[in-house]
């Protein structure tokens, strides 16, 4: 018993001592010899493979503190500021990895950024905070979605020129899940600046990278339901209206985010065409169900305020507007 007791823990000890890449169709295990912008070099068995970026879920480093992987765990939950309690726990200074000290840092960026957008946060710090990482990690794997959250931040701070810049930036990547990304964010930007035709034009552009990329996963729909939005706002109502349907029913309740882009989307159609109960019912999906999803939940709100009052629900109305001021005071959304 005591040899097969040592043997377990032998085993455990060996894996335990190794990175862990964790990709969209599957895990790779061995010794992470090299990390890039556009890829992450693992060797196993002497064997070296190249993780592109866009397939990578999560990376764990050997040697890395227990509370990194529990704020990894909590962070994708939506429990921003118990993430940023446990990244609080870590020593730093007793971290001999390079590449730990930069997840340690993206995800404390990741967690001010979504507080930050979410109007819960300080934005001129958590922008501070993007820019930092982005000029002490300039190889790190996490550049792409530090660009990203740099852009929102510009966006959430007002600032759209300096979000578009940002969000051009990410279709200079060679891969085409980043072009495709750069077409989305680019087109929801112009879709809010009200140039729905240009806007159809970077969907479309989205929609055709989206394909020719095989980590696009549900990208392909968050495309599809902006483009749905300009679609209505062009007169395509009704088909704008059965795509969004469409993806509603068959999207899981668990991808909360995903369906509150949707009932966000359907209730921007239905504004559209000037049925104000329709789209009031969709954003009441969002403050209902997917609350958890904090700047669309804002947007809701922000939306609720309006046609609860249209409608003639004047408490409603202040109730909706009275919370998007409490736990959202500096978002964009309670600022309109």
Known sequence: MAIVAGM???CCSQVSAQDRIRR??????????????????????GVESKVP?????????????????????VLGRGRFEDALEMLGKIDRSAIDRNEIIAEVEFLLLQCQAKIANAGQGDLQSAIGLAKKFLSQHRRSYHVSAAIELLGSLFLADGNREEARRQYAKLAKAPAAYFKAR????????????????????????????????SAA???????????????????????????????????DAE?????AHAYNALGECYLQTGENKAACDAFLHVDVLFSSATDLHAKALHELTRLWEILGYKQ????????????????????Q
């Open 8 to 10: 377990l823990m032998f």
């Open 255 to 259: 991808e909360t985010e995903l369906l």
């Open 53 to 73: 970026v866009e397939e990578i879920r999560s990376v764990y480093f050997s040697g890395e503190p227990a509370e990194l992987n529990s704020a990894r765990l």
């Open 316 to 335: 409603r109305s202040q109730d909706a507007r009275q919370r998007l001021q409490q736990r959202y005071p500096t978002s964009r959304w309670a600022k």
């Open 217 to 251: 996963g549900s990208l392909g729909l968050e495309i599809t339901l902006q483009r749905a939005v300009s679609q209505a706002a062009t007169g395509q109502t009704k088909e704008a209206i059965a795509a969004i349907e469409k993806i509603v029913s068959h999207t």
């Open 24 to 45: 969209r169709t599957g895990v790779d295990t061995g010794k992470i010899t090299d990390v890039s912008v556009l890829s992450i070099t693992i060797s196993k068995g």
């Open 182 to 213: 750069s077409a989305l964010l680019t087109g929801k930007l112009l879709q809010e600046e009200g140039e729905h035709s240009q806007s159809l034009e970077k969907f479309d552009e989205a929609l055709a990278s989206a394909a020719a990329s």
